[in-house]
T-cell receptor
Framework: GAGVSQSPSNKVTEKGKDVELRCDPI?????LYWYRQSLGQGLEFLIY????????KSGLPSDRFSAERTGGSVSTLTIQRTQQEDSAVYLC???????????FGPGTRLTVL | AQTVTQSQPEMSVQEAETVTLSCTYD???????LFWYKQPPSRQMILVIR??????QNATENRFSVNFQKAAKSFSLKISDSQLGDAAMYFC????????????FGQGTRLTINP
């Protein structure tokens, strides 16, 4: 079946603009994670969704970052007023349940000029 | 807080030989998961192997095996009969055994396979 997909693959934006990154998890997976991979910070957890429960936002670096998951499926990560330090690869992963293997998407490379 | 350390930023090995990647971690939990993920240039993270801390037996997946030393908090990955397709970044990761598995990753080891 189809894996986790993310769009766009690459995004270049200007400092101060808002961006939206999309993640389509594997069908039937109830858990969805966002991670950020940057040169300075490595791979870090951002946010977690499980079913219809309130998301775990403990990894979000600032209030400029937000995410939603509509209908328990597609998720959108929004970064407002982008800064150069937001430049990174944003990875999405989904799993059947919270303790199951996470399957990753190919990521979105965000470049903030 | 849990931390994961990979002390080898780069490793290289001749094709068909064996290579071992190192990983140490720190946690106060007694039960947890440990993982090795592979990230090729395509960026997509692929699970290589998973170990449950309460299992004493080391996990194996074909040419990939781990040496899990719980007391030493060490979790190394051994790749036997290295193949050109094994070239990638390898990440060691830690996950909780209850609730959300918010993975904590090491800094990664870039593995090069020499033909």
């Amino acid at each position: 079946g189809a894996g986790v997909s993310q769009s766009p693959s690459n995004k270049v934006t200007e400092k101060g603009k808002d961006v939206e990154l999309r993640c389509d998890p594997i069908s039937g997976h109830t858990a969805l994670y966002w991670y950020r991979q940057s040169l300075g910070q490595g791979l870090e957890f951002l946010i977690y969704f499980q079913g219809n429960s309130a998301p775990d936002k403990s990894g979000l670096p600032s209030d400029r970052f937000s995410a939603e998951r509509t209908g328990g499926s597609v998720s959108t990560l929004t970064i407002q007023r982008t800064q150069q330090e937001d430049s990174a690869v944003y990875l999405c992963a989904s799993s059947l349940g919270p303790q199951d293997t996470q399957y990753f998407g190919p990521g979105t490379r965000l470049t903030v000029l | 807080a849990q931390t994961v350390t990979q002390s080898q930023p780069e490793m290289s090995v001749q094709e068909a030989e064996t290579v071992t990647l190192s990983c140490t971690y720190d946690t106060s939990e007694s039960d947890y998961y440990l993982f090795w993920y592979k990230q090729p240039p395509s960026r997509q993270m692929i699970l290589v192997i998973r170990q449950e801390a309460y299992k004493q037996q080391n996990a194996t997946e074909n040419r990939f095996s781990v040496n899990f030393q719980k007391a030493a908090k060490s979790f190394s990955l051994k790749i036997s009969d290295s193949q050109l397709g094994d070239a990638a970044m390898y990440f060691c990761a830690y996950g909780l055994i209850q609730g959300a598995q918010k993975l904590v990753f090491g800094q990664g080891t870039r593995l090069t396979i020499n033909p």
